[in-house]
């Protein structure tokens, strides 16, 4: 879900438990609401996804975000057994739901019938607050159909909201089931309210070769790390070589042709560090080098109001929350009031949800080796260290035979001279 921030650009993202993430909040079904339980209980353990304020991907997250200011909605798809496009984040389901099977091994009708809120639980009471609510997970074509429009004849009073789709399949198939729905919709209106984002590049190269890059997307994981690598080591020889230099040797050796060309990534979507906070990569040459390209910088996930005024000073332009409650209080408070799509909520919408007792981090796991490196990167640099001095002192020694050896020839030579 975006909020506007200062920096002059269009949108930061916000986003609620997890189907929101761009200052995206994970909405909920269109459901009554359901009291909380107000008898008092010690607080139970909490899983690690229980950072959420409402059950992720779905209808019930989804306008929780909205009524709370979130302007964008970031949600996941994946593949199901019978190819269909579900809304949802894990191919597990156990964190979600009664089941510990995959996403890829059932069928809509299957899955149609878990609880999406069976894990669920309020951070405060410990219960299940949504178990047994009907709960389900939202098809994409059903997603879509809730916050666009197909009708062009109504088009100007209905309003659209902005979303964030990640391709969670390394799969081609995925990237082309999305790229059919959403070219159902005009195009002209999806390339200006839908970002897509994968980490794996084929499908989304395959996407952007399906739209004919009209739709913008986000750099997948070698584009951004090559982008990183080399905003780096700019930044690190700038005295002494040119950028342009640097640029071109790593895209030379590194870099990858353009699905379609002219149309590479129009964002970074970005962690703000990697090796479990050894290495920043929320920095400001990061940001400065993006927007002199005239790319956007979104960071996740980002709960905690320090690290979201920390970003917004460095001119981000987007940060992904699990948190749209307190985002939006931040973002409030530097004058960039969000704008609430009520015109989209069910009526007489009364929204119930959860305040998480402890707001957890969502680690990065690299699937490339670019992001590999950068993540062992000091490991790297002190064993390359390390080899040169071995090397060095190989070939001081050498060096060092090599002369002595030479010495005792003269020796011997002039010892046979004098006898002769």
């Known amino acids: ?55 992720e991907n779905t209808f019930v997250a989804f306008d929780l975000a909205l009524y709370l200011g979130t302007d964008v909605l970031e949600t996941d798809v994946r593949l199901t057994k019978d190819e269909h496009l579900i809304i949802f984040h894990d191919d597990d389901l156990s964190a979600v739901t ?41 098809r994409l074509d059903a997603f879509l159909s809730v916050y666009w429009s197909l009708d062009e004849s109504q088009d100007s009073q209905i309003e659209w909201i902005p979303v964030n789709i990640e391709l969670k399949d390394d799969e081609i198939l ?127 996930v980002i709960n905690t109001v320090s690290d979201m005024q920390k970003l917004l000073k460095l001119k981000a332009d987007s940060v992904i929350t699990d948190r749209t409650d307190v985002a939006v209080k931040v973002f409030e408070e530097l004058g960039r009031k969000p ?9 007489g919408y009364n929204p119930v949800y959860s305040i998480p007792v402890k707001d957890l981090e969502e680690p990065h796991e690299c699937v490339g080796l670019l992001c590999v490196a950068i993540e062992h990167s000091r490991t790297i640099l002190v064993i390359a260290v390390a080899a040169c001095i071995l090397i060095s002192a190989f070939i001081v020694f050498r060096a060092g035979g090599s002369v002595a050896e030479e010495g005792n020839t003269n020796k011997s030579r002039e010892t046979e001279d004098r006898v002769d």
Request: aromatic letters at 10%; proline letters at 9%.
């Open 339 to 347: 704008k609430q799509h009520t015109s989209r909520l069910p009526p």
């Open 98 to 138: 009664e089941s510990s099977n995959s996403v890829r091994n059932l069928t809509i009708s299957e899955l149609n019938k878990l609880d999406f809120a069976y894990q669920f639980r309020d951070a405060q009471s410990g219960e299940h607050i949504w178990r047994y609510k009907n709960v389900k997970f939202p």
């Open 174 to 300: 995925a990237a082309q089931k999305l790229a059919e729905e959403v070219m159902k919709y005009p195009m002209d209106k999806v390339a200006k309210y839908l970002n897509v984002v994968s980490r794996f590049c084929a499908p989304l190269d395959a996407f952007r070769k399906a739209t004919h890059g009209r739709v913008p997307t986000a750099s997948c994981e070698q584009e951004a790390a090559l982008f990183f690598i080399t905003t780096r080591l700019q930044t690190l020889l700038s005295p002494v070589v040119p950028k342009s230099v640097v640029d071109y040797v790593a895209q030379r050796f590194f870099g990858r042709e353009p699905a379609v060309e002219g149309h590479e990534f129009s964002n970074l979507q970005l962690p703000t560090s990697l090796a479990g906070g050894a290495i920043s990569v929320a920095s400001e040459d990061v940001i400065e080098r993006a927007h002199s390209m005239g790319k956007e910088v979104h960071f996740w």
């Open 1 to 55: 879900i975006h909020l506007i921030i200062p920096h002059a650009r269009p949108y930061a993202l916000f986003h609620p438990a997890d189907a929101a993430a761009l200052l995206f909040l994970h909405t909920e079904p269109h459901q009554s609401a359901v009291p909380l339980s107000s008898s008092p209980k010690a607080l139970h353990p909490l899983p690690p996804r229980q950072r959420l304020l409402s059950p």
